[in-house]
C-alpha cells in the first residue's frame, strides 16, 4: 500500500497504522458502550492488546482517539467538497457536499457517534465535533477549487458560514432524535442561510 510520499509501506509503517486503527476502533467501541467519562485508558489498552505505555506511545489521551476517529469524517468532508466542484458558487458547492455526506453517514454507529460528541459537548463546554476544524477544512477545499488569492476571504467567509449552518443543522436533528435523516435540516439550514444574505 503506498504511503504519502508514494512509496511502498514498510512492515513497521503498517504495524504502526495497523495498532493506531486498532486503539482508535477499541476505544470508540468503549466509548459507546460505556460512554465517555466511564470509559478509562487502562480499559483501552486492554481491549486493544497493548500496554498503557504502548497508548501513550501513538495518543497523548483519550480525547485523541475521538479526534483521530473524527477525522475520517473530516477526510469525506474534503474530498466531497472537491467532487462538488460542478454545483456552482463556493456556498453551493459546500451544501451540496455535506448534503451528500449526510446521506452517506446515516447508519446507526453514525448516529451513536453523534450523540457521544453531542452529550461531550454540553457537558464540557467545547465543541469536540469542531476539531482540528471543519471550518478550516472546508476552507482549504475550497481554496484549491478557487486558488486565486483575491477570494481568500469570501470563502473564509464561506467556511464559517457552513460549519455554523452544519452544527445548527447537527443539533436540531439530534434535539428531535435523529429523525428524519439528517439531509432534510442540513438543506434547511442552507435555505435560512441563503435567505438571510
Known sequence: ??????????LRERNRRQTHQSIVEAGMKLFLAKGYEATTVDEIAEAAGISRRTFFHYFAS???ILVAHLGVYRDALKTTILESASAGGPLDVVREALLKIAVRFQSAQTVAVARLIHEMD??????????????????????????AQDVRDRLRVVAMVSAGALRLAVDKWLQEDCRPPLAPYVQEAFDHLKAAI
Do not use: H
Open 1 to 10: 500500500m503506498p504511503n504519502a510520499v508514494g512509496k511502498s509501506e514498510t
Open 62 to 64: 483519550k480525547d485523541d
Open 122 to 147: 454540553a457537558a464540557r463546554g467545547r465543541r469536540y465535533g469542531d476539531r482540528p476544524g471543519q471550518e478550516q477544512i472546508v476552507f482549504e477545499a475550497l481554496c484549491e477549487l478557487w486558488p
